[in-house]
């Protein structure tokens, strides 16, 4: 075991005696599996189990500067949840994007359930959910997403392009309709009276959901639609875009134009190129095309997201290789994750 002395006077001594410990492992920081090396020399099962052991993400005491947008991914599978793949995460979309006191959430999969403990626990008694679409794995968390469920709480749940189809609010209802599919259905769910259902024309740009910040919306390539957000705020732009599938050879322009410059893009990454084309009509990208698109939009960094359910941690381990190797702004997005956009 080795000891850190983390004091000021310490840390240089510290981090010199840290670098030597991995190096004596043989962990190289720059490699992919170098963070699972390290969990597991550290005596934890994985690097999952070491993360958990160290923090709850949604809990950090560090107050984070005004400028520093922080992103959590909370569900990062896509279509349907997969427990049993441990390293990359299997609840499907919610991403908790926040800047300041400020927080948004983006997608009610099986993640928005973690999520929604962690609000419990900073007792903001408000939350403002964003959907990208109402396919089920962006709304089945919908329903225990702690907030939701507890008197008092003001939640609005914003979605774009369902106006001509009854509104959120009644497609939501019809989803979680009294019986026999669901025992708690909407219309008593414990937050109710003040609960929100809104709507929006895709390719609006929304200002009123949060001081400060500024969110964008595109139209995705999706059955059913599906919209494409960025969010502005304190200098700082984060894109979410999921799920869209692209043509290729013809980058999808409004999506080049929603992730123009962006700080950080999250795109949805379910297959790779070499499966693409059996997948065709699926309403789904690859990474690589999420390469191509941020080089051409200069933007900064991409996050890889909603994982094909068969893609499991082996296949995840050697895409994430390829594609850091393929670009350094590859980021491989997991469950639990925290990105701070600087
Ligand atoms: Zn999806
Ligand atoms: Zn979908």
Same mark, same amino acid.
């Given at each position: 075991?080795?000891?850190?002395?983390?004091? &000021?006077?310490?840390?240089? /001594?510290?981090?010199?005696?840290?670098?030597?410990?991995?190096? !004596?492992?043989?962990?190289?920081?720059?490699?992919?599996?170098?963070?699972?090396?390290? !969990?597991?020399?550290?005596?934890?099962?994985?690097?999952?189990?070491?993360? &958990?052991?160290?923090?709850?993400?949604?809990?950090?005491?560090?107050?984070?500067?005004?400028?520093?947008?922080?992103?959590?991914?909370?569900?990062?599978?896509?279509?349907?949840?997969?427990?049993?793949?441990?390293?990359?995460?299997?609840?499907?979309?919610?991403?908790?994007?926040? +800047?300041?006191?400020?927080?948004?959430?983006?997608?009610?999969?099986?993640?928005?359930?973690?999520?929604?403990? #962690?609000?419990?626990?900073?007792?903001?008694?408000?939350?403002?959910?964003?959907?990208?679409?109402?396919?089920?794995?962006? %709304? %089945?968390?919908?329903?225990?997403?702690?907030?939701?469920?507890?008197?008092?709480?003001?939640?609005?749940?914003?979605?774009?392009?369902?106006?001509?189809?009854?509104?959120?609010?009644?497609? +939501?209802?019809? &989803?979680?309709?009294?019986?026999?599919?669901?025992?708690?259905?909407?219309?008593?769910?414990? &937050?109710?009276?003040?609960?929100?259902?809104?709507?929006?024309?895709?390719?609006?740009?929304?200002?009123?959901?949060?001081?400060?910040?500024? %969110?964008?919306?595109? #139209?995705?390539?999706?059955?059913?639609?599906?919209?494409?957000?960025?969010?502005?705020?304190?200098?700082?732009?984060?894109?979410?875009?999921?799920?869209?599938?692209?043509?290729?050879? /013809?980058?999808?322009?409004?999506?080049?134009?929603?992730?123009?410059?962006?700080?950080?893009? %999250?795109?949805?990454?379910?297959?790779?190129?070499?499966?693409?084309?059996?997948?065709?009509?699926?309403?789904?990208?690859?990474?690589?095309?999420?390469?191509?698109?941020? /080089?051409?939009?200069?933007?900064?960094?991409?996050?890889?997201?909603?994982?094909?359910?068969?893609?499991?941690?082996?296949?995840?381990?050697?895409?994430?290789?390829?594609?850091?190797?393929?670009?350094?702004?590859?980021?491989?997005?997991?469950?639990?994750?925290?990105?701070?956009?600087?």
């Amino acid at each position: 075991m080795v000891t850190i002395d983390l004091s &000021a006077a310490g840390a240089k /001594k510290a981090a010199t005696r840290l670098r030597d410990f991995l190096s !004596a492992a043989g962990i190289d920081l720059k490699q992919t599996h170098a963070y699972e090396a390290l !969990a597991r020399t550290l005596g934890y099962a994985n690097w999952n189990t070491l993360q &958990a052991t160290l923090s709850t993400p949604g809990d950090s005491a560090e107050p984070k500067s005004a400028a520093t947008m922080s992103v959590t991914f909370w569900g990062v599978r896509g279509s349907f949840p997969t427990p049993n793949h441990v390293i990359y995460g299997g609840n499907t979309s919610c991403v908790e994007i926040a +800047l300041g006191d400020t927080s948004l959430i983006f997608d009610a999969g099986t993640g928005i359930r973690f999520c929604g403990e #962690a609000y419990l626990r900073r007792q903001t008694r408000s939350a403002v959910v964003l959907l990208s679409h109402c396919h089920w794995d962006h %709304i %089945i968390g919908l329903s225990f997403f702690a907030p939701i469920q507890t008197e008092g709480w003001r939640v609005r749940v914003l979605a774009g392009g369902l106006a001509d189809r009854g509104g959120v609010g009644a497609i +939501l209802a019809n &989803a979680y309709a009294p019986g026999p599919t669901y025992p708690h259905p909407l219309k008593n769910w414990y &937050a109710k009276d003040t609960t929100s259902y809104e709507d929006f024309e895709v390719g609006d740009v929304l200002t009123d959901v949060a001081p400060g910040v500024v %969110i964008r919306t595109a #139209a995705l390539n999706h059955q059913n639609g599906a919209t494409g957000y960025r969010i502005e705020a304190g200098g700082k732009s984060v894109c979410y875009v999921t799920d869209t599938e692209h043509v290729p050879g /013809k980058p999808d322009q409004n999506v080049l134009g929603l992730i123009k410059d962006a700080d950080l893009v %999250i795109y949805n990454a379910t297959f790779t190129d070499e499966e693409f084309p059996s997948k065709v009509g699926w309403g789904h990208s690859t990474w690589q095309e999420g390469v191509r698109l941020c /080089k051409a939009a200069n933007a900064k960094r991409l996050a890889l997201f909603h994982h094909d359910p068969d893609h499991d941690d082996a296949f995840m381990a050697r895409l994430e290789d390829e594609a850091r190797n393929a670009w350094d702004g590859v980021i491989v997005a997991r469950d639990s994750m925290v990105l701070d956009v600087n």
